[in-house]
């Protein structure tokens, strides 16, 4: 069975930087497409960067040129780097995966696999 477990998150100013990791145990990440989404407290949980399996990526308008995510296959673990965080980035941040193809898809209703979240948190 598919486990989804996120580490990473935290507390920091504004400016600042986190990065996030997804270990994925039961399966290889690389045959899976993967994603990084967020909800923010009385939001919908959006996505944030997403990596299929043959390594394409496609990120949401307001990270893109600040977040990178990538994938070290000999760890099985996904990761998003997070730079120049805004206030705005608080959220919980969970990392996804669904079998197969997927498009790069941002959308929440394309993945099967879902980690509980890790919290981070930007101040001004």
């Known amino acids: 069975q598919l486990q989804v477990v996120e580490s990473g998150g935290g507390s920091v100013q504004a400016g600042g930087s986190l990065r996030l990791f997804c270990v994925v145990s039961?399966?290889?990440?690389?045959?899976?497409?993967m994603g990084w989404f967020r909800q923010a407290p009385g939001k919908e949980r959006e996505g944030v960067a997403s990596?299929?399996?043959?390594?394409?990526?496609r990120y949401e308008d307001s990270v893109k040129g600040r977040f990178t995510i990538s994938l070290d296959n000999a760890k099985n673990t996904l990761l998003l780097q997070m730079n120049s965080l805004k206030p705005e980035d608080t959220a919980m941040y969970y990392c996804?995966?669904?079998?197969?193809?997927?498009?790069?898809?941002?959308?929440?209703?394309?993945?099967?696999?879902w980690g509980q979240g890790t919290q981070v948190t930007v101040s001004s």
């Open positions: 996804a995966a669904t079998p197969g193809a997927c498009d790069t898809s941002l959308s929440t209703v394309d993945y099967t696999e």
């Open positions: 039961g399966y290889k990440l690389s045959r899976y497409c």
């Open positions: 990596m299929d399996k043959w390594g394409d990526t």
